[in-house]
């Protein structure tokens, strides 16, 4: 994901930058698009594939919770802050066990929100349920050998 941002980020920027440097007259604006040539110094020699890079798995913090769960929309805004403070470091990922039956089950969970923490393999290294603060989830992460800026 993180990837394919930055590539649209890429894609944005050399478009605007063509786009000071383009010909009026070479710019073709149909339908309320315009496009600009590409410049022929910029594109890659015939049969050369650009280089994708693999996203290497991260640890991540699974929360199971419910949208109209007190504890759990206390939570949510926590859970946010996590998942833009740590983009690249660790996943946080939210799942609505109300919405969609069967989550609960699967991941046998008694009660919400329970807080399940993975390794970058995904194996389980822990579990909490009950409201979590940011901190107590931070300091969890460093007792299981993590340490995220």
Same mark, same amino acid.
């Given at each position: 994901?993180?990837?394919? !941002?930055?590539?649209?980020?890429?894609?944005?920027?050399?478009?605007?930058?063509?786009?000071?440097?383009?010909?009026?007259?070479? %710019? %073709?604006?149909?339908?309320?698009?315009?496009?600009? #040539?590409?410049?022929?110094?910029? /594109?890659? #020699?015939?049969?050369?594939?650009? =280089?994708?890079?693999?996203?290497?798995?991260?640890?991540?913090?699974?929360?199971?919770?419910? +949208?109209?769960?007190? #504890?759990?929309?206390?939570?949510?805004?926590?859970?946010?802050? /996590?998942?833009?403070?740590?983009?690249?470091?660790?996943? %946080? =990922?939210?799942?609505?066990?109300?919405?969609? =039956?069967? %989550?609960?089950?699967?991941?046998?969970?008694? /009660?919400?929100?329970?807080?399940?923490? *993975?390794?970058?393999?995904?194996?389980? !290294?822990?579990?909490? =349920? +009950?409201? *979590?603060?940011?901190?107590? /989830?931070?300091?969890?992460?460093?007792?299981?050998? *993590?340490?995220?800026?």
């Amino acid at each position: 994901m993180i990837v394919g !941002l930055l590539a649209v980020a890429v894609v944005a920027v050399v478009g605007i930058k063509n786009k000071k440097n383009a010909d009026p007259e070479m %710019v %073709v604006c149909e339908s309320g698009m315009c496009t600009l #040539p590409f410049p022929a110094d910029k /594109m890659m #020699p015939e049969g050369v594939v650009a =280089e994708t890079v693999a996203e290497k798995p991260l640890p991540k913090l699974l929360d199971l919770g419910a +949208g109209k769960c007190i #504890p759990c929309k206390m939570m949510a805004p926590i859970l946010d802050e /996590m998942t833009e403070t740590f983009t690249g470091q660790f996943d %946080v =990922e939210f799942i609505d066990v109300w919405e969609n =039956e069967g %989550v609960g089950q699967t991941y046998g969970i008694r /009660m919400i929100p329970t807080q399940i923490f *993975y390794d970058a393999e995904g194996k389980e !290294l822990f579990r909490h =349920e +009950g409201f *979590y603060a940011r901190e107590d /989830m931070l300091a969890k992460w460093k007792e299981l050998g *993590y340490e995220f800026k």
